[in-house]
């Protein structure tokens, strides 16, 4: 800036006299100098050819969605949406998606994580959507990205940062077991393309297991984790009427 060398923490606004007509590089970088580079490298292409390039892209990447027919503007909606998508797509880091560019708490926070991270369960969600869309190569780079990312004992960070630096350190068993959903989803689509998920899979399966076993029993003596199991128990006994079917005209008594 003109008055301070650098400017932060916080939110910057940069604002600019430009003539009525112009051509503007904005150049986003870690430091003025590589920003500036950028800037002035791409004011040396011609706009409209840029333009028209871009454009080319996105036409071609809607083309090769399959959308579904929908009444009125819904189907343009779903082609907006299915952009949103691709528009969170990392440019240096293939597969790697972000939650969200937007900050939904506001200036309520200034800390630097956030949705703008990649977080792996949102992810797969944005891979199972594009692959719904048949936007199978866009899938396929989440699910090699994943494999990348994946930790020595077989889980998933809770988010991090593109190129995989952690920023929080819990461990959340979606997160661990969605990047094997999306690798059993690719394989039923006969989509996986050669990509090798066996040790991926292999790596640490006792945490699935712990998951699967969770929903099912708990061990003798354990508290309940959810208000529902603290309800079943209560009512689990061959007396209750919970679970007896009622003939045909019989008032319900309990």
């Known amino acids: 800036t003109w008055d301070y060398d650098s400017a932060g923490p916080g939110a910057v606004c940069l604002t600019g006299e430009l003539p009525r007509q112009a051509t503007l590089a ?9 920003a500036a580079t950028l800037a002035v490298s791409g004011l040396m292409e011609d706009f409209s050819e840029v333009w028209d390039a871009q454009c080319r892209a996105w036409e071609g990447w809607l083309a090769q969605c399959r959308f579904p027919a929908l009444p009125g503007d819904l189907g343009d909606m779903l082609a907006l949406s299915a952009t949103v998508l691709k528009v969170h ?111 991926m899979v292999r790596r640490y399966p006792e945490q699935f297991l712990w998951t699967h076993r969770r929903f099912r029993t708990r061990p003798r003596g354990m508290p309940p984790m959810y208000g529902w199991e603290a309800y079943a128990q209560r009512h689990r006994s061959s007396d209750s009427g919970l679970a007896r079917p009622r003939k045909r005209g019989q008032n319900n008594q309990n």
Do not use: M
Not at 26 to 34: D, I, N
């Open 89 to 199: 797509q990392d440019r240096t880091f293939c597969g790697a998606t972000v939650a969200s560019l937007s900050v939904p708490w506001g200036e309520d926070s200034q800390t630097r994580g956030g949705y703008h991270l990649v977080w792996c369960r949102d992810l797969v969600e944005t891979a199972g959507a594009l692959l719904a869309l048949d936007a199978l190569e866009d899938a396929r780079d989440v699910l090699r990205y994943l494999i990348s990312t994946q930790q020595e004992d077989g889980h998933w960070l809770q988010n991090q940062w593109l190129g995989g630096a952690a920023f929080w350190q819990g461990i959340q068993l979606d997160e661990t077991a969605f990047p094997v959903l999306l690798a059993s989803a690719l394989q039923a689509r006969g989509a996986l393309d050669g990509i090798p998920v066996e040790d």
């Open 26 to 34: 904005l150049g986003l970088a870690t430091s003025k100098q590589s």
